[in-house]
Structures are given as C-alpha cells and as structure tokens.
Nanobody
Framework: QVQLVESGGGLVQAGGSLRLSCAAS????????MAWFRQAPGKERQFVAA????????SYGDSVKGRFTIYRDSAKNTVYLQMNSLKPEDTAVYYC?????????????????WGQGTQVTVSS
C-alpha cells in the first residue's frame, strides 16, 4: 500500500505559477502510474496529468497541455505538477493518485490510492 501526501497549493493571481508536490511512502514507485486529478465545486473529478514511473511516459488533459508539466524525482519518491499561466478555471482541489495496473490513465476509477487533496485558487 502506498500513502500519498500533496502540498504546494495556495492562492495565486491569473497568469501566475504554482508547483504541487506529491510525496509517496510505503512502496517504491517503480511499477506505479502517478497522476493528478482536480475537482471544482459541483463538477466531476477531472484528469490533469499522469506519468508512468518506469517508462516516464506522460499524458496531459487537453485543458492543461502546454501550461502544466508533470515530472518525478525518484530519489525523493515524489511527483510534481508545475502549473504555469494559471487561469481562474484552474481553481479546484488537486488530488494525487497512484496505482500499479492502470490501462486508462485518464480514468479516476483506475487508481486505488489517493492523497487528501490541496486547494488551488486562481483569482482574476
């Protein structure tokens, strides 16, 4: 079992940047897919980005392509989400997720392990 702890959320003006961190413990991540999802009030959980730890294969949701970057630090067992050019519509609780057998990285149902979430608020 893996435990996930997110950090780095906060309040930022539109056009600004934030970096989220997801620190994992309990397992080495070599066989895991790590992902970020977000959920705004009254909306469904939305895929943001994912990285397959072993291969480094990365995927992004359409709404964040070109603005967000997901990357990992194997020495720290941590995955990051660098968010640039933030928009008010990026406001949400951001969740880190992980699992070993993930066929569809875009689907939240593929992930069994979740962090507690971190709030990101982008003001206009």
């Amino acid at each position: 079992q893996v435990q996930l702890v997110e950090s780095g959320g906060g309040l930022v003006q539109a056009g600004g940047s934030l970096r989220l961190s997801c620190a994992a413990s309990g397992r080495t991540l070599s066989s895991y897919t790590m992902a970020w999802f977000r959920q705004a009030p009254g909306k469904e959980r939305q895929f943001v980005a994912a990285i397959r730890w072993n291969s480094g294969l990365i995927s992004y949701g359409d709404s964040v392509k070109g603005r967000f970057t997901i990357y990992r630090d194997s020495a720290k067992n941590t995955v990051y989400l660098q968010m640039n050019s933030l928009k008010p519509e990026d406001t949400a609780v951001y969740y880190c997720a992980a699992d070993t057998t993930v066929y569809n990285t875009f689907s939240s149902g593929e992930y069994d392990y979740w962090g507690q979430g971190t709030q990101v608020t982008v003001s206009s």
